[in-house]
């Protein structure tokens, strides 16, 4: 299981944390967790690019943070979008559906 | 305090937390144990730290918190090593300061326009000719300078003067001003002596001064049937006017003449020159118009005795202006000379930041000023460059842990700048304090040199030392930039094992190397200067200079008039004489080592070559006060004073020339006079020893006048027979008891009069020996530093060696050998610079060359030994190893 599992590639981690955080508040554990899940094991996101990633995101005013009580306990850091991040993804899905079936249209030809 | 930094810490703290909680209860939920669980979470995490500082990286505040943290441990790194931290700051505030207070005087000396509206409108008219145009004028007031082969001179004729000023109407606006007079004056009751100086009705207006006070002159003032009407300086109303706010209209007594008051000027304006010692603007009409003979100058085309500035309208260059002025002089002229090419015609300078005169006579001690305080400036900064360097080396251990940690390089470099930044900062806060005290002591040099004037003060530019700060900062900058570049290559703690520095030529030693090169320069400049001092302090004036109290009086100009003035000299003499502890007293009528005075080219009859000498007009008393007998012939008598009688006593060096005792009894004659009248003719009476009559720093042939019974001031001279502070309390009673109103002007002793003469030279050795002193600390300390450092880092070499067998003299001759290279080197480096600044000191130095065997080796010898002392510390300290014990330590 180990092998299959991938790590993210550059430029698309923003992408599917955007994509993660999109479904309502959650906080970083959570983002990892989800995306592992999501992907069925295969993409791997790495603590160490996860954090910087959700504190540049929040810098550039995509995502804003709070803390509040999560389900089963202690105070959590919860992401959700801003309207600007909202934005921002809706473009950026577009940008890669075009990247991705760009991508395919050359691999199948 | 909740600062947003420190909220995003502990926030990150949390959040980190709350992840590794999160793991843990997973991995417990497959099954794991508790501490099992933390185990595997905290694996599974990876380092926490970097994570950490990854996310500091990408915060909003994080520049601001690397900033706070940067400058926090900087002051840490300093507190470590406060004696060479301080050292530092305080060589930088030295070296700065310095650098200030030279830049703002030249500032204000050579490159900024009078505080006047549209100062380029300003020109000085002047012409440039062959010599003196003895066929247009007999007599002039002026200054007269050669450059190029060319003589260029100020000084006009006032008929001149108008005519051209009628020509250029319209065109530009020109104005005439002559040189400031001492004269006396009363005001409220209160005697004082001040500057006047005489100038034409338009003078301020042209020039664009506001008053403060009251009105500006005019030409309407500039008339024989004019009310007399004075403006004032600034500084003279806060001074001597109380800085009362009703003197408009109000009298004051110049010269025994009421004068109203009719204006006072705006403080900004200082005067033709920075340094302008003017208290009172006359038109000329009413100031003193007489000459002891011939007719008044103002109707005297024959006498040149004006200066001019003109403004020129907008539009009108100042090269249409000068061929316009040039015909308007040739046609002012009485005739036209006999060679028209060695005419003088006008010849035209900017104006804008004065008169010209003052600049050309600074521009060169300014510039070498300049140039050993920018030399300063590069030894501190190197000396920093070097303290940097050998502190990064000294934390390379730190480095690397801070690295392994996770810190960034680019972080790395920037707590190195940050650190070079710091140092350069506190530097430049205290070089404030430097460049206010250094600012006072140039002030008072160029006083000593310009003469007459009044302290130059330069206020303490803030632009200029903000614009030297910011190239220190650079410098450092720079210099910083190489350890922190250097540190930051280090990639691995591996690598940091086999880092010992083993290059012989390392950054370290070039830059002492520099230093060294730097510092022979400014120590021979200190040597230099002061025996150039010693030299001239040592010469033998001629006369004993010892107990000599000299003052001026102007009884002509307080009250007396012409036909008393013999009568109150010759009283006042014998009332002098009478007072305790006065053994002599002479009047005369040029003060004594003043420099300048009263010169002639003289001849004897028949004979066609001229000996130039500096004259004087002396009582009888006079040159016994000065030595006890005369070598051949008789002395004065106050009878020839009474008869004004036309003989003369000359030195001994001039009779020489004449040929000896035989010239007693000729007639001499002064070599210039008008033409077509006889030259002034005295009868050789007597011959005096030769002696230094104007300063130390020349001898010139003297001849003696019997005093003018008439002269409106004179020069006092006392012998006492105590020291000349305990007869002065006599003297000043004696003096209150002749005449309470009669005030006396600039009393001191013969010794602080001729020490006032040698101020620039005193100036220029104490400067220069403070750089010198500087920079042989500086650079022997950065020898040290190199050295020691070195010596440190082949602890293991040495001691090996020592195992070996090597004696310690071996080792202490190995490391002595090293540093005295690097000390040699750098001394031959700076030889080409001082062997071609030499010709721009030249200049300065009296009867002495730049380069004599004796300064070169004293001053390299003072800093090979200093240097040897410098190495010898850590080469006695390496000898001591023992060999066992550093073999231990790795």
Same mark, same amino acid.
């Given at each position: ?109 | ?645 036309? +003989? !003369? $006593? ?10 000896? /005792?035989?010239?007693?009894? #000729? *007639? &001499? %004659? ?43 001031? +004179? !020069? $006092? ?10 007869? /002065?309390?006599?003297?000043? #009673? *004696? &003096? %209150? ?43 022997? +300390? ?20 020592? %195992? ?65 002392? %410098? ?20």
């Amino acid at each position: 299981m180990a092998d299959k599992k991938r790590d993210i590639i550059q430029g698309t981690l923003d992408l599917l944390i955007l994509k993660t955080v999109a479904q309502g508040p959650i906080h970083g554990y959570g983002i990892a967790q989800k995306i592992l899940v999501t992907s069925k094991e295969i993409l791997q996101v790495q603590q160490g690019s996860l954090y910087p990633a959700l504190h540049r995101l929040q810098r550039k005013g995509l995502l804003k943070a709070e803390w509040k009580e999560s389900g089963n306990g202690p105070m959590a850091k919860l992401y959700s979008l801003t309207a600007t991040g909202k934005k921002y993804f809706q473009e950026e899905v577009t940008e890669w559906q075009r990247y991705a079936d760009a991508v395919a249209l050359v691999l199948e030809s | 305090m909740d600062f947003p930094w420190k909220r995003a810490e502990s926030e990150l703290q949390q959040e980190i937390a709350h992840h590794l909680q999160q793991l843990t209860a997973e991995f417990e939920r497959q099954g794991h144990s508790h501490s099992e669980a933390v185990r595997l979470a905290n694996r599974e995490f990876g380092g926490g730290e970097q994570t950490k500082e990854l996310c500091r990286d990408e915060r909003r505040w994080a520049w601001l918190t690397g900033l706070r943290q940067d400058i926090v441990f900087g002051w840490r790194m300093m507190k470590r090593t406060p004696v060479v931290t301080g050292a530092a700051v305080l060589s930088l505030a030295l070296a700065i300061g310095a650098n200030t207070a030279v830049v703002s005087l030249m500032d204000v000396i050579l490159w900024r326009d009078l505080p006047l509206p549209h100062p380029r409108q300003l020109v000085n008219v002047e012409w440039r000719g062959h010599g003196f145009p003895r066929e247009l004028a007999d007599g002039a007031a002026g200054s007269m300078y050669q450059e190029d082969g060319w003589s260029i001179a100020d000084f006009f004729s006032y008929p001149g003067y108008q005519f051209m000023r009628e020509r250029l109407a319209g065109k530009a606006s020109l104005a005439a001003y002559g040189f400031p007079n001492t004269v006396s004056v009363s005001f409220a009751g209160a005697a004082s002596v001040a500057k006047q100086r005489p100038v034409s009705g338009n003078f301020l207006s042209t020039l664009q001064v506001r008053p403060a006070l009251g009105r500006l002159l005019f030409d309407s003032d500039d008339t024989n049937a004019a009310p007399p009407a004075v403006v004032v300086s600034h500084r003279f109303w806060a001074s001597t006017l109380n800085s009362s706010p009703d003197v408009i209209g109000r009298a004051i007594i110049i010269n025994n003449k009421s004068t109203t008051i009719a204006g006072v000027l705006e403080g900004s304006f200082f005067g033709l020159i920075p340094g302008d010692p003017t208290d009172i603007y006359v038109p000329f009409h009413q100031a003193p118009n007489v000459r002891p003979k011939g007719p008044p100058p103002l109707t005297d085309n024959r006498f040149w005795g004006v200066s001019l500035i003109a403004r020129r309208t907008p539009g009108y260059s100042q090269n249409q202006m000068r061929p316009e002025t040039d015909a308007a002089f040739v046609a002012s002229w009485p005739a036209q000379p006999k060679k028209a090419d060695k005419a003088p015609h006008i010849y035209l300078v900017d104006g804008s930041g004065g008169l010209e005169f003052l600049r050309s006579n600074f521009r060169s001690p300014l510039l070498v000023l300049g140039g050993l305080v920018s030399l300063l400036l590069m030894i501190a900064c190197s000396n920093i460059a070097n303290l940097l360097l050998s502190r990064a080396a000294a934390r390379e251990k730190e480095v690397a842990t801070r690295i392994a940690l996770g810190c960034s390089r680019m972080r790395l470099a920037r707590q190195f700048l940050t650190e070079s930044a710091m140092l350069a900062g506190l530097g430049g806060v205290a070089s404030v304090v430097v460049a206010y005290v250094a600012e006072s002591l140039l002030g008072q040099f160029l006083v000593a040199r310009h003469g007459d004037g009044i302290p130059i003060t330069a206020s303490l530019d803030l632009r200029v030392a903000g614009i030297i700060l910011a190239t220190t900062m650079v410098a450092l900058l720079l210099f910083g930039l190489f350890p922190a570049w250097r540190t930051s290559q280090m990639a691995s703690a591996e690598q940091l094992k086999n880092a010992a520095g083993r290059h012989k030529w390392n950054t370290g030693r070039i830059l002492t190397l520099g230093q060294m090169a730097m510092s022979v320069v400014l120590v021979m400049c200190a040597v230099l200067f002061t025996r150039n001092l010693l030299a001239i302090e040592s010469t033998d004036p001629g006369f004993d200079r010892r107990n000599m109290i000299l003052f001026n009086l102007r009884p002509g100009t307080s009250g007396y008039s012409a036909d008393q003035l013999e009568t109150f000299y010759f009283n006042l003499e014998r009332q002098l004489l009478n007072t305790p502890g006065v053994s002599n007293v002479a009047l005369s009528s040029t003060r004594p080592m003043n420099i300048g005075g009263w010169w002639e080219d003289l001849k004897l009859p028949g004979q066609v070559d001229v000996k130039g000498a500096s004259l004087n007009g002396v009582t009888p008393t006079y040159l016994s006060l000065y030595s006890p007998r005369l070598v051949a012939g008789r002395n004065f008598e106050w009878a020839d004073i009474s008869s004004s009688a036309k +003989v !003369a $006593v000359i030195s001994e060096d001039l009779a020489r020339q004449w040929g000896g /005792l035989s010239v007693l009894g #000729k *007639t &001499m %004659a002064f070599s210039d006079g008008p033409p077509g009248a006889q030259t002034p003719q005295y009868e050789i009476i007597g011959i005096a020893p030769s002696m230094a009559a104007t300063s130390m720093k020349e001898r010139p042939m003297v001849v003696w006048l019997p005093l003018d019974k008439s002269s409106r001031d +004179v !020069a $006092v001279v006392l012998r006492t027979s105590t020291p000349p502070q305990f007869a /002065l309390a006599a003297v000043r #009673k *004696t &003096m %209150a008891g002749i005449d309470r109103k009669l005030p006396m002007v600039d009393v001191i002793t013969m010794e602080e009069q001729i020490s006032k003469g040698l101020q620039r030279e005193r100036m220029f050795a104490t400067i220069c020996s403070c750089f010198g002193v500087l920079a042989l600390v500086l650079s022997v +300390v950065g020898l040290y530093g190199v050295i020691a450092y070195n010596t440190a880092r082949r602890r293991n070499e040495i001691g090996i060696r020592l %195992a070996l067998g090597a004696i310690p003299g071996d080792v202490i001759a190995m490391i002595v050998r090293e540093g005295m290279t690097v000390a040699a080197l750098g001394l031959a480096l700076g030889m080409p610079v001082i062997w071609l600044g030499a010709k721009y000191v030249e200049k300065e130095l009296f009867k002495m060359k730049p380069l004599e065997p004796e300064t070169l080796l004293f001053s390299v010898g003072t800093l090979m030994l200093a240097a040897f002392v %410098a190495v010898l510390v850590p080469a006695l300290r390496a000898s001591s190893i023992r060999p066992a014990q550093t073999l231990r330590q790795d």
